[in-house]
């Protein structure tokens, strides 16, 4: 059977039952976007490449146990996490290496957990209902207020502040998930 024109949701529940040809259908219609960003993370193509080879072996090896909504972004924030846990083992490689030879590194660790979590959530953000996705950017990215944004929505206040309210729970939730990694991410930058 051709896999090729089965929707992101159709491959997913194909992969969860163990079907390998699914697997290679999702392989094949995302390894060239995954690499391009894992590249611009990482600006180097052998690094790149084994992150996305790591994201998807990781995808197949879970496969009955993962909840995904949206391949494509579970797949590119995958690649993300990934970029930055590669990040950071070289970052301990380079710490090592300037205490026993006394070389120094140049990553700022403050900015690299920034754009990671500000990457994280924009992810979340990005899996919002239209709508409310719509309201919280225009409240938390282009600092509107709930009246502005209820006249140029056409929509009630009220209706501004449960969207808001919803994406907020959303990002708390996605956050929360990701707990147990962000715990041992923090713990990189005592």
């Known amino acids: 059977m051709d896999r090729s024109y089965f929707s992101e949701e159709e491959l997913l529940i194909s992969?969860?039952?163990?079907?390998?040809?699914?697997?290679?259908?999702?392989?094949?219609?995302?390894?060239?976007?995954?690499?391009?960003?894992?590249?611009?993370?990482?600006?180097?193509?052998?690094?790149?490449?084994?992150?996305?080879?790591?994201v998807l072996i990781n995808l197949w090896d879970r496969r009955?146990?993962?909840?995904?909504?949206q391949l494509s972004q579970y797949l590119a924030t995958a690649i993300k996490f990934s970029v930055f846990k590669a990040i950071t083992r070289e970052k301990r490689r380079n710490t090592i290496?300037?205490?026993?030879?006394?070389?120094?590194?140049?990553?700022?660790?403050?900015?690299?957990?920034?754009?990671?979590?500000?990457?994280?959530i924009n992810g979340i953000v990005e899996q919002l209902p239209e709508k409310c996705k719509q309201v919280f950017k225009s409240s938390r990215m282009e600092g509107k207020g709930t009246a502005q944004i209820a006249r140029e929505l056409n929509i009630s206040e009220k209706t501004v502040e449960a969207h808001i309210t919803k994406a907020l729970k959303h990002i708390?939730?996605?956050?929360?998930?990701?707990?147990?990694?962000?715990?041992?991410?923090?713990?990189?930058?005592?």
């Open 97 to 120: 290496a300037a205490d026993v030879f006394g070389e120094t590194t140049s990553q700022d660790d403050e900015q690299i957990y920034a754009r990671f979590l500000h990457d994280y």
């Open 64 to 69: 009955a146990e993962l909840e995904i909504r």
């Open 172 to 190: 708390r939730f996605g956050i929360r998930n990701a707990g147990l990694f962000l715990v041992l991410l923090l713990s990189f930058f005592k």
């Open 15 to 54: 992969m969860a039952t163990g079907d390998q040809a699914a697997f290679t259908e999702i392989y094949n219609r995302y390894w060239r976007r995954l690499l391009a960003i894992a590249y611009h993370h990482t600006q180097d193509e052998s690094a790149a490449k084994e992150i996305v080879q790591e």
